[in-house]
């Protein structure tokens, strides 16, 4: 219990800490036209949410439960002009990625569809941007993944 609640406290109710610290500063933004928007909660998932691999318990339910938050969420400040959208990422290259063994990273490989690689930091940046310019993006989960889906075994 204690590993699972180290996850659960960094993953979960820190980014629940974090909107809770926020909120307050963006409801007392001044709303801009044409609809009024205050700003949009960004949230980070992981393709893991959906399809976890063994040994990921604690790590998949609290990226799950941020999916799950995002909609409950967009509703909940939807009156205040605020929206919520969470991206899910699967391997993207970062300090933590590079850090696989290689045998991990070839067997995550043999499951990209395409693009056939991690994806780069720019592509995730984009993704955030897009979230920001568009206003239709509300209460969704976003998967960036290349169509890769995580292998039971690896």
């Known amino acids: ?61 609290s990226k799950g439960a941020i999916a799950s938050l995002t909609l409950p969420l967009s509703r909940d400040l939807a009156r205040y002009g605020i929206r919520a959208v969470t991206i899910a990422p699967s391997l993207f290259e970062s300090a933590m990625t590079a850090m696989l063994s290689e045998k991990a990273r070839k067997s995550l490989e043999r499951v990209m569809e395409f693009p056939v690689r991690a994806g780069k930091p720019e592509e995730f940046a984009a993704l955030v941007r897009q979230s920001i310019e568009n206003s239709m993006l509300n209460g969704t ?10 292998p039971s075994k690896m």
Do not use: W
């Not at 500063?25 to 976890?52: C, Q, T, W, Y």
């Not at 989960?141 to 995580?150: F, H, I, P, S, T």
């Open 1 to 61: 219990m204690e590993q699972i609640d180290f996850v659960l406290n960094i993953n979960l109710r820190g980014t629940l800490d974090l909107i809770r610290q926020c909120l307050p500063h963006m409801i007392n933004v001044k709303p801009l036209p044409p609809d009024g928007e205050r700003g949009v909660l960004i949230l980070v998932s992981s393709s893991a949410a959906f399809d976890g691999q063994p040994g990921q318990v604690a790590y998949s339910a």
């Open 141 to 150: 989960v976003l998967r960036l993944d290349g169509a890769m889906r995580m």
